[in-house]
């Protein structure tokens, strides 16, 4: 039946709950949507829908899930995964003048609004909001083209918790696309797309469907009708179908580019019209590409139309895979099924191995026992974990670290649970993953060893966790059940799932496993309030932080520059020292977002006393923040030669090119001024000095901890995660999995000193970007931009030797690219210490270090520390006094370790030398006074018991003093040898003993006969007399009380006895 004739069309549902399996049949008559409405299918589409599935099943019945061959269209071509791949870039490199510009990193290290990159446009957000840096070779592209690397998993995009339930979907998957910025847009990207999928890829033509946006009344939008007739030029009209705002509005968040967009659609069965299946969760009715026509961009406000067209394609590499190879679904193809069994025989090869059956591609009912689910869930996951941290991000507490760990510990709940794997069993996938994937993207193989070892720590943790997660749950069922509740308390699963990483999926299973059902409402209204709490406490935080104007840039602020003609700032002057730049014109005023006459920002002229004001010029020589390094302050002068500021500079920015210097005015300023910038270079050469022993650094951590730059294949160990250097100190984070030793820290400070003393020259040279990246042993940010030429900094060596090769060992040298500014010789950085060396994250490790005058006071402060520990190892202290000091001496010296800025070295050695002065010469005083007292107390005791002998009064109570400190068990046991005594049991005894070091004293007392005489009470009242509170209990037999003071004690060891 046609779209137009389907009277009950259901509602578009994101996972369905309950399907038969694609693989094999459909039931008979099935006529029911995923939604559970109705849905009306004739017999005659039912039987093609059979005849089609039944002929793709092997001969003995079986479904062709596993078939292991290359695959093949109906053609005769064999389409590999990898010749997938590279036929689609090949088709739009050469055919169609594309630039194949390499998939971004999956960890968008530049964009703080994306926990993952998960969109091939990610990466080109810059070009679309026009904020992109001139100076890069990004800012060039025209047409672009790539298979990009995606997750969704978290944030507004996040397929996690339906991997595995079906065929399809996956937190990790590849994204073929081909970009226009500002060149074609409609007519060119819909004809490039139909040659590419029916001439290239030689699919079915009858088996096409396209959408198109069908227009929005309540936000004023349109329908597409050109997109509509240029589709019809490729197809009859009922296969091109009008979609509504959430499937043919692509909008990549809350905010950003976004724009109309139009969908292909590819029917698996064919020879039918299945446009009433287009958009309705239909297996085997599929998208399969997306043109985004970008033309918006939304903020606060609402939608702004950008100053420049873009086109933006997606089309799912898994997903043409599946239809390429003639397989039903995306993990019957040869991207899954050697991982598939790898599992297997993994698990086979295992040593308390159970029998495990082959993948067989069963979902719903036909997956009883979550066998087939359990072999999508582990092989979708490792392909996400692995990607995510061979590109920086590690399983951690929050954010995407928090992400990553959920993903793992669904991964070894499935694979244990239902695979019977063993434990520490999802890292050693990594190795089959690096196989099928390797080729494509080689920096999985080259961080190998650090995923493995960042899988396998993970993976350990969790297994820890999950007896005492098994346990809460176990619990909290076995008081359900004899009660005959059949609901497990939403507030308990969300228990599980936020404090010991079970995720509702698996409650949900072991619920349904115990014949329970979770209480989902509960659940997510507790998710909610969480939620509502965290959101609160941002949005406090943000009112805090926007309490004054928003003095950021976002597109309609560059569009509105660009389209006055305003110049891109030229900022070569920033690499000068000591001296003005004068003529620099006052181009743009900027009073921050929603202000001025067009409520852009801009105005033509701002006030004196103006509190904050931004100023874009033509040039300037103020160093704006980015690479890590802060930016320069100073004043913008009226002249070279005056020294009143008309601006004091507190913060420099820049965006799309444009320098945006903030600051408060002290004078009028008005567009067309010519001012003079007067950085401050006395706090330039405190963050100089920071930053060029940044990149000391870094190479003398390589060398240190992987034998250095050029000896090691696994970049992902040791590369830089992030920095930043101002003017008081610098902060470095590198992929580490362990604390770093004293000597591994001493043996990094050694070499950056060593090239402090040796005065190394520091170049710094715009190189061509690709000369630049063929420099052996170069070190960049990972995920970074560089502008092309790029500027090469290099220590010890010249960056013309090192481009022309003339540099014997370029692994000897530190060399980086970055813009920053630098000393010229290291000499001028005088000093460097590390200041501290913590863990941030699962495998990121920071060291926070200083130069010049802040090191100067941390080494002496090293200094003094070691020279205070020699005293108080030179003590002798075999008597009570030198013990006493000894002991009060190490209290200071934990003391200096937390407050003096000690080097991270010293503090780790402070640390060690406490432990070995407690463990040997104070324990060993402490021991020997000990024994002292016990003698000493020993003799007095003896003298107590004689006196009791001598009375021969069986209801005789005695009260001494005898100082043995407030060693309790030292008590009883000398009542227990010489006041137990048959002789002397009946007699009843209260012994006060000061300890002078602590400055407290403690009461004993003992009852032979409780009713004559209450301990306890007896013990209290010699406290009490003593006029001073103590706290203590025990019986009416045998109590003790302790009084924080010597004060009273005289007192309290007056016979304080009650009537006998």
């Known amino acids: 039946a046609s779209c137009a004739s389907q009277k009950r069309r259901r509602t578009k549902s994101a996972a369905p709950t309950h399907e038969p399996s694609v693989m094999t049949s459909w039931p008979a008559g099935w006529a029911q949507n995923v939604d559970g409405t109705e849905h009306v299918v004739d017999e005659a589409e039912q039987a093609k829908v059979a005849a089609v599935l039944e002929s793709r099943k092997t001969p003995d019945g079986a479904a062709p899930a596993m078939a292991s061959s290359d695959g093949a269209s109906p053609g005769t071509t064999k389409w590999t995964a990898t010749k997938i791949r590279d036929t689609f870039v090949g088709f739009f490199e050469h055919k169609h003048g594309h630039t194949h510009w390499p998939s971004s990193s999956v960890v968008p290290h530049e964009d703080p609004t994306l926990l993952f990159a998960n969109a091939g446009m990610n990466q080109y957000k810059s070009i679309f909001l026009g904020t992109v840096d001139p100076s890069t070779a990004m800012a060039k592209l025209k047409r672009a083209c790539n298979s990009q690397k995606c997750i969704r998993a978290g944030g507004k995009h996040n397929d996690l918790d339906d991997v595995g339930k079906d065929v399809y979907h996956h937190t990790f998957f590849e994204m073929l696309g081909n970009w226009s910025f500002g060149d074609y847009f409609k007519e060119e990207a819909i004809a ?16 096409l469907y396209a959408t198109y946006f069908g227009g929005d009344p309540k936000e004023g939008l349109e329908p597409d009708e050109e997109a509509k007739a240029l589709w019809l030029k490729y197809l009859p009209a009922e296969r091109v179908l009008p979609g509504s705002k959430k499937d043919n509005f692509w909008e990549m968040g809350d905010t950003g580019p976004c724009g109309p967009c139009t969908e292909i659609h590819y029917d698996r069965i064919g020879g039918r019209n299945a446009a009433h299946l ?63 069994e790898e599992i297997r025989a993994l698990v086979l090869s295992s040593s308390d191995a159970v029998a495990l059956g082959p993948y067989e591609g069963r979902v719903g009912e036909a997956d009883a026992d979550l066998k087939d689910t359990a072999y999508r869930v582990v092989a979708d996951h490792v392909r996400t974990l692995s990607f995510a941290i061979a590109d920086g991000a590690v ?39 690096c196989e099928v994937m390797g080729a494509a993207y080689p920096e999985l193989v080259r961080a190998r060893d650090t995923i493995e070892t960042i899988l396998k720590g993970e993976e350990a943790d969790f297994n820890r966790t999950i007896d005492k997660g098994a346990k ?58 969480e939620k509502a709490k965290n959101e609160a406490a941002l949005k406090k935080r943000k009112a805090a932080k926007s309490s004054t104007a928003d003095f950021t840039m976002g597109p309609e602020q560059t569009a509105a520059l660009t389209s006055q003609n305003v110049p891109k700032t030229e900022t070569g002057a920033k690499y000068s020292w000591h001296q003005r730049l004068a003529g620099c ?85 008005t567009v067309g001024t010519t001012l003079a910038c007067d950085v401050d270079y006395d706090r330039r050469s405190k963050i100089a000095p920071n930053h060029t022993m940044t990149h000391v650094l870094n190479f003398a951590l390589r060398e240190v901890l992987v034998g250095g730059a050029s000896k090691h294949d696994d970049e992902a160990k040791c590369a830089q995660r992030g920095s930043f250097v101002d003017d ?30 040796e005065g190394l020259a520091v170049d710094a040279r715009d190189t061509p970007l690709a000369t630049a990246l ?80 802040k090191a100067a006071e941390s080494l002496a402060a090293g200094t003094a520390m070691r020279e205070y520990f020699a005293g108080l190892e030179a003590l002798d202290a075999s008597t009570e006094a030198a013990a006493a000091e000894l002991d009060a001496g190490i209290k200071k010296a934990r003391t200096m370790l937390t407050e003096a800025p000690l080097p991270a070295a010293d503090k780790i050695l402070g640390r060690d030398k406490i432990a070995a002065l407690v463990a040997g010469p104070l324990k060993a005083a402490q021991k020997a006074a000990a ?112 009084v924080p003071s010597l004060e009273g004690i005289d007192r309290g060891t007056k016979p304080w006895l009650p009537e006998l």
């Open 728 to 757: 008081e100190r610098l902060r470095f984070d590198f992929a580490w999995d362990a604390p770093l030793s004293e000597a591994e820290l001493r043996a990094v400070e050694s070499i950056c000193r060593r090239q402090i003393e």
């Open 395 to 433: 399983p951690d507490k929050l954010g995407r670290g928090y992400v990553l760990r959920r993903v793992l510990r669904r991964a070894v709940w499935f694979a244990q649970r239902f695979l019977h794997a063993p434990k520490g069993f999802v890292y050693r996938l990594v190795g089959k993953l």
């Open 472 to 529: 809460f749950f176990a619990k909290k069922v076995d008081e359900l059940l004899p009660k005959g509740v059949k609901v497990f308390s939403g507030r308990d699963a969300f228990h599980l799932s936020g404090s010991l990483g079970f995720p509702l999926d698996l409650t949900e299973i072991m619920c349904e496993e115990r014949g329970l059902t979770v209480d989902v409402a509960e659940y997510e209204a507790a998710l909610a309030e």
């Open 931 to 1042: 024994a002292k007292k016990a003698q000493v107390a020993a003799g007095a005791f003896g003298d107590l018991a004689a006196r009791a002998d001598a009375t021969g009064d069986a209801a005789t109570a005695f009260v001494a003093r005898v100082d043995f400190g407030a060693d309790a068990k030292l008590w009883q046991k000398l009542h227990k040898t010489h006041l137990s005594k048959p002789q002397t049991r009946s007699n009843f005894f209260l012994v006060v003993s000061a300890d002078a070091i602590d400055g407290k004293f403690v009461v004993f007392a003992t009852s032979p006969d409780p009713k004559l005489l209450d301990a306890k009470a007896w013990a209290q009242a010699a406290v009490d007399g003593s006029g001073t509170a103590g706290k203590g209990g025990g019986k009416a037999a045998s109590a003790n009380f302790v």
């Open 774 to 853: 063929a420099i052996p042993s170069l070190r960049h940010m990972k995920g970074e931009t560089y502008p092309d030429p790029v500027r090469v900094v290099a220590v010890g060596a010249t960056v013309e030797g090192l481009t022309a090769s003339a540099v014997a060992d370029p692994g000897a040298y530190s060399i980086e690219l970055c813009g920053g500014t630098h000393l010229r010789n290291t000499a001028d950085a005088v000093g460097f210490v590390v200041l501290d060396e913590s863990g941030i994250a699962k495998g990121v490790r920071r060291i926070v270090a200083a130069t010049r005058e």
């Open 278 to 340: 287009v958009n309705e969760d239909d297996p085997n009715v599929l998208e399969i590409w997306n043109n985004v026509f970008i033309q918006y961009n939304r903020d606060s406000s609402g939608l702004k139309v950008l100053p420049a067209k873009h086109v933006d394609t997606g089309m799912g590499f898994e997903r043409l895979a599946s239809i390429l190879q003639n397989k039903m679904s995306n993990y019957d193809t040869d991207i899954f099924t050697p991982l598939f």
């Open 585 to 669: 014109r006052v181009e743009a005023i900027y009073l921050g977002r929603g202000a001025g006459p067009k409520k852009d920002g801009f105005v033509e002229s701002a006030p004196a006393d103006t509190p904050q004001v931004g100023i874009v010029l033509d040039k300037t020589a103020f160093y704006a923040e980015m690479g890590g390094q802060t930016a320069d302050s100073g004043a913008l002068l009226a002249s070279n030669a005056e020294e009143d500021a008309v601006m004091t500079v507190e913060d420099v920015q820049v965006y799309g090119g444009y320098v945006v210097h903030l600051g408060a005015l002290a004078a009028p300023v």
């Open 192 to 207: 490039m797309a139909w040659a590419c999928l029916t001439e290239e890829f030689g699919l079915d033509a009858s088996r």
